[in-house]
């Protein structure tokens, strides 16, 4: 069973910066892309960024300059590193993988059963 654990969230001012986490257990964590999804009230989930097996990376174009994914495959572990935080990026950000091995820039692209962690960017 595949199991995603989101930490990191938070409330920060416009401008500032957080880092995300996603801990997997359950799949062959060197073995699929990884990504994240995000999702505020009465809106459709957001593809953020996404990672492959060789680390190449896609992003969303409102992040673009802004996030950079990573990922640690020994620690099975993969960070969306957020700077510049605008008040629309508050939602909750799920982390997801590819069970296709396809590298999507798309939300339906990606399947994810964390909790979510909540980002919240207030002055």
């Known amino acids: 069973q595949v199991q995603l654990e989101e930490s990191g969230g938070g409330v920060v001012q416009p401008g500032g910066s957080l880092q995300l986490s996603c801990a997997a257990s359950g799949l062959g964590f060197s073995d699929y892309p990884l990504g994240w999804i995000r999702q505020a009230p009465g809106k459709e989930r957001e593809f953020v960024a996404a990672?492959?097996?060789?680390?190449?990376?896609e992003y969303a174009d409102f992040v673009k300059g802004r996030f950079t994914i990573s990922r640690d495959n020994a620690k099975n572990t993969v960070y969306l590193q957020m700077n510049s935080l605008k008040l629309e990026d508050t939602s909750v950000y799920y982390c997801?993988?590819?069970?296709?091995?396809?590298?999507?820039?798309?939300?339906?692209?990606?399947?994810?059963w964390g909790q979510g962690t909540q980002v919240t960017v207030s002055s």
């Open positions: 997801a993988w590819s069970r296709s091995g396809i590298l999507s820039g798309q939300a339906h692209g990606y399947e994810s």
């Open positions: 990672i492959s097996l060789n680390s190449v990376t």
